[in-house]
C-alpha cells in the first residue's frame, strides 16, 4: 500500500559545514510549516522532543552542529537512536555539505569569521569542523552539496523531500549538467551522455542548445542514440512506480555531458517528456546552460 502522509511526529536534525546552508535550509523548513530550533544545548534536545512528540502532530527541524553545546557525534549518534526506538517519532538526519574552496570563497565575500576559526585561516576552521561531522555525514539519510546549486534549486530540492502532507504521486526532478562544473550530488540516478556525437564540433550547430531541432536532429542521428533511449525507457517504467510503492516521494535524475548544453540538454528534454507520459509530475532543470559555452 502506497503511503499517503508522513507519520504523525517528524524529527529533522539538520547539520553540516558552516557556510553549507543550514541557516537557509532551517528558514526553508518553517517556511514549509515546520517548527524550528537552532543551537539547542545537545542536553535539552532529547526531553524537548519527547514532551512535544507526546502531544502528537509534531514537526520540528534542529539545528545541530559544532557551535551546540556539549556537542559530540557520539552524543548525536545515540540521540537518533534513542529517539528511533520511539515507535512514535520518525527522526532523520540532513547534511548540508561543500567544497572546501566554495566555502572559504563565501566567508571571504560574506567577512564573516569561521566559528572554528575565530584567530586561524578560514581553512583551519573548515578542515576541524569536517574532522568533527564526519561520522553524521557518513549516516545522513540525505546529504545535499551546496557548492553549484542556486537558491532556488536548493528551496526546490527541501521542499520535495520535506514538504507535509506528502501525496502517493512521485515528484522527479530532470536535470541537466556539465561535468566541468561538477556533477549533482543531489541525483538520485544519473546518466553520462559524453558517448554521443558532439554537436559542438559543427560549427553551424555550436551556438545553439539542445532545445533546438536541428541539435536535436544532429544527435538522433547517432548510431548509439536509439539504443541508450530504449534502454533508459525501459529502465525508468521499471524503477519509478518501484520507488513509487516504496513511498518514496521525491527523485532526481540528472543527464550530464561536457558543457551542458547539447547533449544534456536533449536528452533531459526527452527523460523529462518519458516521465510525465508515464503519469509522473516532473520538473525540467538546465543547471548549466546558460553559464556554458557548450563543448
Not at 534513542?82 to 561543500?98: E, N
Amino acid at each position: 500500500m502506497m503511503k499517503t502522509s508522513q507519520p504523525d511526529n517528524q524529527v529533522v536534525l539538520v547539520s553540516g559545514l558552516s557556510g553549507a546552508g543550514k541557516s537557509s535550509a532551517l528558514r526553508q523548513f518553517e517556511d514549509m510549516g515546520w517548527e524550528i530550533a537552532d543551537n539547542v544545548p545537545l542536553l535539552l534536545l532529547e526531553p524537548m522532543i519527547r514532551q512535544s512528540a507526546d502531544a502528537g502532530g509534531l514537526h520540528l527541524a534542529l539545528g545541530v552542529d559544532s557551535r551546540t553545546r556539549g556537542f559530540s557525534q557520539q552524543e548525536v549518534l545515540g540521540l537518533m537512536t534513542r529517539l528511533r526506538d520511539a515507535d512514535h517519532i520518525k527522526v532523520r538526519l540532513l547534511f548540508l555539505d561543500c567544497d572546501e574552496a566554495v566555502l572559504q570563497r563565501r566567508y571571504t565575500e560574506t567577512r564573516r569569521r569561521h566559528p572554528l576559526a575565530k584567530d586561524r585561516p578560514v581553512a583551519d576552521g573548515i578542515r576541524q569542523e569536517k574532522e568533527q561531522l564526519f561520522g553524521l555525514k557518513e549516516v545522513a539519510d540525505l546529504r545535499i552539496d551546496s557548492t553549484n546549486m542556486s537558491l532556488p534549486d536548493f528551496k526546490r530540492l527541501m521542499t520535495g523531500h520535506f514538504k507535509l502532507h506528502q501525496t502517493s504521486r512521485l515528484s522527479v526532478t530532470v536535470q541537466s549538467f556539465s561535468y566541468k562544473f561538477g556533477v549533482p550530488r543531489e541525483a538520485d540516478l544519473m546518466f553520462d551522455v559524453r558517448f554521443l556525437h558532439n554537436p559542438y564540433y559543427d560549427l553551424s550547430l555550436r551556438p545553439k542548445t539542445g532545445q533546438d531541432a536541428e541539435v536535436v536532429a544532429f544527435i538522433e542521428r547517432d548510431v548509439a542514440f536509439d539504443a541508450f533511449a530504449a534502454h533508459v525507457s525501459d529502465l525508468l517504467k521499471l524503477l519509478l512506480p518501484r520507488y513509487a510503492e516504496e513511498g518514496k516521494s521525491y527523485l532526481t535524475i540528472a543527464v550530464g555531458c561536457t558543457g551542458g548544453r547539447h547533449r544534456s540538454v536533449c536528452l533531459a528534454e526527452k527523460i523529462h517528456d518519458l516521465v510525465v507520459k508515464n503519469g509522473y509530475f516532473a520538473n525540467l532543470v538546465h543547471r548549466d546552460l546558460i553559464k556554458s559555452g557548450g563543448n
